[in-house]
Structure formats: structure tokens, C-alpha cells
């Protein structure tokens, strides 16, 4: 009987250590990617260049040598900086030196190039889906389900491993004589009962907790549109600026979806794509650009060679992408003019996209975070006028413009900014 009872307490204690262990491997990794998420995703992808360089193969450029390096960069870009012509070619290339991190430690900044590391290792192993231009397959998930099914069968063993016990000390008790009473069925044991709600309330309330955060959130929502439009061809390959089409953005709080008419300022004389570049929807299906011109010509009641009447224009149906609450103030030309920043930012790379689709979440904590991180445009730049110890040391050298001052050091993150 001892030797059963000290059989399943090893099998127990393995069985928990194994669990345990698996558990600190995954938290590492998700602490990686939490980090990255939080400090670097605004301004760095992975596998593609936004406001900084894709990330994939860093510690294999320039001077990182080592991960000391990387340390001493990521602490001080601007120090490290004027000691090495790589970083000051980014400097170049991408216009503004990265933030500082000093309040990250050395194992965190592992942890985050760990992360960057696996991510790079999966996009490499992943095959292509679909044709060339095809949408990019979803990115790895977390382990919520894979952990809730090992828990799961870690209960029923323990469950069963408790039944055993219970059985093997009734067959010994029996052995020695001992009067013992009949095992409480497993249905009716209170204490099992007990422990089963337990559970099924923190897992139900894990869910809603889930749910409710992510309430509202569309990221990578890609709706099918009345007419395939393909930002890659016009902002891409055509180099047509952002603006022409969503010029309110400039001046005011809306980008607006342009009217037809903008669209047929070009689409009179172009009546059929004669590009070299493919165009594909979001299942990898080739797109016929011609047949959707004509989807156009259908809606502004045009046809090739005559005049045109936009007074038989009728409006196209787009379907809205991005979309805020209606509790949160945004303002387009307070970000675009003001704070000059790039549409790709907060829309990713779109002169690349195909099919559209919503590149961030969108959340509050997406947006604090880029407030930030993010350094205030102030050479230069009227608007911020009011700032004027600011711009006075810029002219006296008094502040290093390449250090800058974050959107979070003038108020970027007080509550009422966004929320009146």
C-alpha cells in the first residue's frame, strides 16, 4: 500500500513539474513578444520596414557583433550613434533615431530579440499561400487553447489518479480487517463538485474577460468592396500620393472615402489596366482590372467616348474598414500635418496591399504607446508655436534635436486629449 501511495505521488509531482516547466518556456516567449509588442511594434515589424526597419536578421547587421552591442543601442541610440556609420545610415534612411529604452533591462531586450528570432525562424519555414501578391498567412496565435487541453487532461489524470488512491486503500483497509465505508461516487462528492465549478467559472470568466476586450476590435477585418480597388497599383506602382484621393486628412479631422468624381479625374482616359503587375483578392485569386473599371463606369453612368454627366453618378457603397468608438477623438490633420506623421504608421504598408485590410487594432493602449515613443516635430513646424522654450533651445543648441521630446511629455497621454 506505501509503495502505491509513493508510485502515484511521483507520478503526480512529474506530471506538475512537466506542466510547470512547460508553462515558464511559454511565458519566456509570450514575455518576449509582450515586450515587443509594447515598446517596438509601433515603429518596427518583423519581416517588413515601417517607421524603422524590419527587424528579422538584426543581430546579423552592421555592428551587432553581439547582444552587448544591441544593448548599448537600445539604451542610447543617440550616444551609440556617433560612434557607428551603420546606425547613422539608418539615421539617413529613415529620418529620426530611434527612441531610447533605458528602462528596459538586458533580459528583457533577449527576450524581445528571442521573440524577433522565432517569428523570423516560423515566416521563413511557413510555405507561400496562395499566388505571388496573395494576403500574408495569419501570424501565429497564442497557446490559450493548447494550455486550457493540457489542463484539462491534467485534471482528469489527478482525477483519476484520486479515484485509484481511494480504491487501493479500500482493497488494503479491506486486506487488514478494517471496517471502511463505500467511496463517495465521483457525482456526488461535494468536494469534486466544488473544485469543477471553481474551474468552470474562471475558465468562463477568462472567455468573457477575452471577449469584452476585444469587443469592438477589427484588426485585419477585410471586407469584399463593390469594386476591387487596388491601393498597390495607385499608391504603389502609380506613386499617386495618399492625399489626392483622401485630401480632407490634410485639413481636417475625416480622411473621407473620395467621391466618384475623383475617381473618374483619371478613369475617362483610362479605360482598361494595362499594368505588368498582377493584382489578387484576399484568396489568392487573380483580379480582372479592367472588368472592375468597368464596375466603375457602371456606377458614374459613363460611357467611353461620349461626355460625361456626373449628374447620372450615383455613389458607390464602400464598406468602412477603420472605425473608432464614438467615445474617442481622432483628428487626421492633427497627425498628418501637425505631426507629420506617414499613413503607413497607423495603416501599415498599404501602397503594398492588395486588398485592404485594418493593420492595428486600433485600442487605446496601441495609441498611448505610440504617443509614447513617438517624438514631436518641432523644427520647423508652426503649429506647435506655442512650445516655445522648446523651439528657443533648439535655436541655441541647448537641445539635441535628435533626442526630440515625446507626444507623452506634452500631454499626448492625458485622458482628456482623446475622451471629451
Given at each position: 500500500m506505501t509503495h502505491n501511495r509513493r508510485f502515484i505521488k511521483n507520478v503526480v509531482s512529474g506530471l506538475i513539474a512537466s506542466f510547470v516547466l512547460l508553462i515558464s518556456n511559454k511565458v519566456s516567449a509570450q514575455d518576449g513578444k509582450a515586450l515587443f509588442s509594447a515598446n517596438c511594434a509601433s515603429c518596427h515589424s518583423v519581416t517588413k520596414k515601417l517607421t524603422g526597419p524590419a527587424l528579422a536578421g538584426v543581430e546579423t547587421r552592421g555592428p551587432w557583433g553581439d547582444r552587448?552591442?544591441?544593448?548599448d543601442w537600445v539604451h542610447n541610440p543617440a550616444g551609440f550613434m556617433k560612434t557607428d556609420a551603420y546606425t547613422e545610415g539608418l539615421h539617413k534612411e529613415y529620418g529620426i533615431v530611434m527612441t531610447a529604452f533605458p528602462t528596459l533591462n538586458e533580459k528583457e531586450i533577449d527576450a524581445i530579440l528571442d521573440y524577433v528570432k522565432a517569428e523570423e525562424a516560423a515566416a521563413t519555414a511557413a510555405p507561400a499561400a496562395g499566388?505571388?501578391?496573395?494576403?500574408?498567412?495569419?501570424?501565429?496565435g497564442d497557446s490559450s487553447l493548447l494550455f486550457g487541453i493540457i489542463t484539462l487532461i491534467l485534471a482528469i489524470v489527478a482525477f483519476t489518479l484520486l479515484q485509484v488512491n481511494a480504491n487501493l486503500r479500500k482493497m488494503a483497509d479491506d486486506k487488514e480487517g478494517v471496517p471502511a465505508h463505500e467511496p463517495v461516487p465521483f457525482w456526488r462528492n461535494k468536494a469534486y463538485i466544488a473544485f469543477i465549478t471553481i474551474i468552470l467559472f474562471l475558465i468562463g470568466g477568462y472567455f468573457t474577460t477575452?471577449?469584452?476586450?476585444?469587443?469592438?476590435?477589427?484588426?485585419?477585418?477585410?471586407?469584399?468592396?463593390?469594386?476591387?480597388?487596388?491601393?498597390?497599383?495607385?499608391?504603389?506602382?502609380?506613386?499617386?500620393?495618399?492625399l489626392y484621393c483622401h485630401g480632407p486628412a490634410h485639413d481636417g479631422k475625416q480622411a473621407t472615402i473620395p467621391s466618384i468624381n475623383i475617381c473618374m479625374n483619371c478613369h475617362q482616359a483610362i479605360n482598361e489596366y494595362t499594368g505588368k503587375e498582377k493584382i489578387y483578392n484576399g484568396e489568392g485569386e487573380e483580379v480582372n482590372g479592367t472588368a472592375e473599371i468597368q464596375k466603375l463606369y457602371k456606377y458614374a453612368g459613363f460611357e467611353p467616348g461620349?461626355?460625361?454627366?456626373?449628374?447620372?453618378?450615383?455613389?458607390?457603397?464602400?464598406?468602412?474598414?477603420?472605425?473608432?468608438?464614438d467615445h474617442v477623438y481622432f483628428n487626421h490633420s492633427q497627425h498628418v500635418t501637425?505631426?507629420?506623421?506617414?499613413?503607413?504608421?497607423?495603416?501599415?504598408?498599404?501602397?503594398?496591399?492588395?486588398?485592404v485590410h485594418q493593420f492595428a487594432d486600433l485600442s487605446m493602449g496601441w495609441c498611448i504607446n505610440c504617443h509614447r515613443t513617438t517624438e514631436v516635430k518641432f523644427k520647423d513646424n508652426g503649429f506647435y508655436s506655442l512650445y516655445e522654450k522648446y523651439h528657443d533651445q533648439l535655436k541655441n543648441g541647448k537641445l539635441d534635436s535628435t533626442k526630440g521630446i515625446t507626444v507623452e511629455k506634452?500631454?499626448?497621454t492625458e485622458c482628456q486629449k482623446c475622451h471629451y
Amino acid at each position: 500500500m506505501t509503495h502505491n501511495r509513493r508510485f502515484i505521488k511521483n507520478v503526480v509531482s512529474g506530471l506538475i513539474a512537466s506542466f510547470v516547466l512547460l508553462i515558464s518556456n511559454k511565458v519566456s516567449a509570450q514575455d518576449g513578444k509582450a515586450l515587443f509588442s509594447a515598446n517596438c511594434a509601433s515603429c518596427h515589424s518583423v519581416t517588413k520596414k515601417l517607421t524603422g526597419p524590419a527587424l528579422a536578421g538584426v543581430e546579423t547587421r552592421g555592428p551587432w557583433g553581439d547582444r552587448k552591442k544591441i544593448h548599448d543601442w537600445v539604451h542610447n541610440p543617440a550616444g551609440f550613434m556617433k560612434t557607428d556609420a551603420y546606425t547613422e545610415g539608418l539615421h539617413k534612411e529613415y529620418g529620426i533615431v530611434m527612441t531610447a529604452f533605458p528602462t528596459l533591462n538586458e533580459k528583457e531586450i533577449d527576450a524581445i530579440l528571442d521573440y524577433v528570432k522565432a517569428e523570423e525562424a516560423a515566416a521563413t519555414a511557413a510555405p507561400a499561400a496562395g499566388a505571388p501578391g496573395a494576403a500574408q498567412a495569419e501570424e501565429t496565435g497564442d497557446s490559450s487553447l493548447l494550455f486550457g487541453i493540457i489542463t484539462l487532461i491534467l485534471a482528469i489524470v489527478a482525477f483519476t489518479l484520486l479515484q485509484v488512491n481511494a480504491n487501493l486503500r479500500k482493497m488494503a483497509d479491506d486486506k487488514e480487517g478494517v471496517p471502511a465505508h463505500e467511496p463517495v461516487p465521483f457525482w456526488r462528492n461535494k468536494a469534486y463538485i466544488a473544485f469543477i465549478t471553481i474551474i468552470l467559472f474562471l475558465i468562463g470568466g477568462y472567455f468573457t474577460t477575452k471577449g469584452a476586450i476585444g469587443l469592438g476590435r477589427t484588426k485585419d477585418y477585410q471586407p469584399e468592396q463593390p469594386i476591387f480597388f487596388a491601393h498597390k497599383i495607385h499608391a504603389g506602382v502609380n506613386q499617386i500620393n495618399c492625399l489626392y484621393c483622401h485630401g480632407p486628412a490634410h485639413d481636417g479631422k475625416q480622411a473621407t472615402i473620395p467621391s466618384i468624381n475623383i475617381c473618374m479625374n483619371c478613369h475617362q482616359a483610362i479605360n482598361e489596366y494595362t499594368g505588368k503587375e498582377k493584382i489578387y483578392n484576399g484568396e489568392g485569386e487573380e483580379v480582372n482590372g479592367t472588368a472592375e473599371i468597368q464596375k466603375l463606369y457602371k456606377y458614374a453612368g459613363f460611357e467611353p467616348g461620349k461626355p460625361w454627366d456626373p449628374s447620372k453618378a450615383k455613389p458607390i457603397e464602400w464598406v468602412r474598414i477603420h472605425n473608432l468608438p464614438d467615445h474617442v477623438y481622432f483628428n487626421h490633420s492633427q497627425h498628418v500635418t501637425a505631426g507629420q506623421v506617414q499613413c503607413q504608421t497607423c495603416h501599415g504598408e498599404i501602397n503594398k496591399m492588395d486588398e485592404v485590410h485594418q493593420f492595428a487594432d486600433l485600442s487605446m493602449g496601441w495609441c498611448i504607446n505610440c504617443h509614447r515613443t513617438t517624438e514631436v516635430k518641432f523644427k520647423d513646424n508652426g503649429f506647435y508655436s506655442l512650445y516655445e522654450k522648446y523651439h528657443d533651445q533648439l535655436k541655441n543648441g541647448k537641445l539635441d534635436s535628435t533626442k526630440g521630446i515625446t507626444v507623452e511629455k506634452i500631454g499626448g497621454t492625458e485622458c482628456q486629449k482623446c475622451h471629451y
